[in-house]
């Protein structure tokens, strides 16, 4: 990898992303971060050993990829500072959850080439998943280099724009869901008794090992549920409980408040 990468703003999603990268492409000497916060800005320096430009339109004039990684609240602000510094030879991944496509342009220009991306935390253990969305002056090589940096911290799908609200739903925002299921389990193995360390390290692998079933195996979810419910057993019995209880209506209604919540958000 030998562009060289930018981050304005460098969070918990950012720095996730930053991470990835750099254990992917052990690239730290092109990688250019700018953080308003100065302490966090020397952190990240002493952290991974990047460059750290003094202003948002210096990094993005020694980069070739900037990822604006900042609330959407101050995303149009970060727009103004690096307009005059943005012209065809740089491309713009967006990670702002709301910020449109057509937004960015309005900001950056009709010329400028953009791609509104959703990625999602477990890119700190590279095992994240992103969305790509590209707008039309991006070309495709450009997407494809894009692309291998995205998969620097993870699997990345490139999809149409307008199926941001559902990536956002089944993607950007369930690590929390997953998170809760996991917690929820362990709970429960320790409301019998079960270390809590041990508790959570057999849901965490319990939860990992399934979803690489589903992704290796290429069978339907349902058929391998059905594989480990054995009649009369303890797993059909669990099921049934969690039918009662609403379980996956559950599941679906809070990820339709989630996507309900992203088109409120989008502008």
Avoid: W
């Amino acid at each position: 990898m030998n562009k060289k990468i930018g981050f304005i703003g460098c969070g918990n999603m950012g720095e996730a992303m930053l991470k990835g990268i750099i254990d992917s492409f052990n690239n730290a000497d092109s990688i250019y971060v700018f953080e308003k916060n100065k302490e966090r800005q020397k952190e990240l320096k002493k952290k991974y050993g990047v460059n750290i430009p003094s202003t948002p339109a210096e990094l993005v004039s020694s980069s070739d990829m900037i990822l604006v990684a900042v609330k959407p609240n101050i995303f149009s602000l970060v727009m103004e500072e690096i307009k005059f510094v943005v012209d065809d030879s740089k491309v713009i991944i967006s990670i702002a959850a709301g910020v449109t496509i057509t937004a960015i342009e309005k900001g950056l220009g009709d010329n400028a080439k953009i791609i509104r991306t959703m990625p999602n935390t477990p890119a700190f253990v590279g095992l994240g998943m992103t969305s790509m969305s590209p707008n039309k002056n991006v070309t495709p090589e450009e997407v494809s280099i894009a692309k291998k940096v995205l998969e620097g911290f993870g699997e990345v799908e490139e999809i149409s724009e307008t199926l941001i609200h559902s990536v956002i739903g089944v993607s950007g925002s369930a690590p929390a869901y997953v998170f809760m299921f996991i917690e929820a389990m362990a709970d429960a193995a320790v409301l019998e008794g079960m270390p809590r360390d041990k508790a959570y390290k057999f849901a965490s692998q319990a939860v990992m090992g399934s979803a690489k079933m589903v992704l290796e195996t290429g069978k339907h979810p349902g058929v391998l549920k059905d594989m480990v419910c054995s009649p009369g057993g303890t797993t059909i019995a669990a099921v049934a409980e969690l039918e009662k209880t609403g379980f996956r209506s559950s599941i679906i209604s809070g990820m339709v408040k989630c996507m309900e919540k992203s088109k409120e958000m989008s502008k």
